[in-house]
């Protein structure tokens, strides 16, 4: 028999965006919202907004790679928020899928000052930096390891990796002895030391 999930967010969610399909899950006792892309800005700043709510706190925020995932998901890519509300103690998870419209094998790959105009628009989705500050290297983490492009981010650029690394490397076609970075490394011998 199907359990009702139930929790704080979830009646003023449905009540303010009626019109929008949201998904919910949960998976031990922590429940999660799938949001649509272009939702994303508008659910977070009313989540942090409300006064019944008060999400004030974007305590984690990660990228997944669905590729080759059993059962298959809405979108090769995910990008999870965890929310905090530190006056209700309340956590909250936040999903969004997206799929690539792009070839996402490693290669050539655009510069940080390109990305934004001419990346792939299915890997883009909006920043949440306007909502949560602390958005910022959380979101840059995720372009440069996964290639999600944050649009609004105020400094959108790679944070691990140089600008114009030939990939990503959490991406799971990314080959996995690298890219050919460690192979002009001089290999230093216990004699030679």
Known sequence: M???????????????????????GEFRDLVTVVVPREKIRAVCRFLRDEPSLRYDMLAELNGVDYLGFPGGTPGRFAVNYGLTSVPNNNRLWLK????????????????????????????????????????????????????IIFVGHPDLRRLLTWNGYPGYPLRKDYPLRGMGEREAYRIVTREGA
């Open 2 to 24: 199907a359990r009702t999930i139930t929790h704080p967010a979830l009646g003023p969610l449905k009540a303010r965006f009626a019109d929008t399909r949201l998904l919910v």
């Open 96 to 147: 969004v899928f997206l799929d690539p419209t792009r070839d996402t094998s490693p290669g050539a790959t655009l510069r940080d000052e390109e990305v934004v105009e001419r990346g792939d628009p299915g890997l883009k989705i909006d920043s949440v930096y306007p909502v949560w500050p602390a958005a910022d290297w959380m979101e840059r983490e995720v372009y440069d390891l996964l290639g």
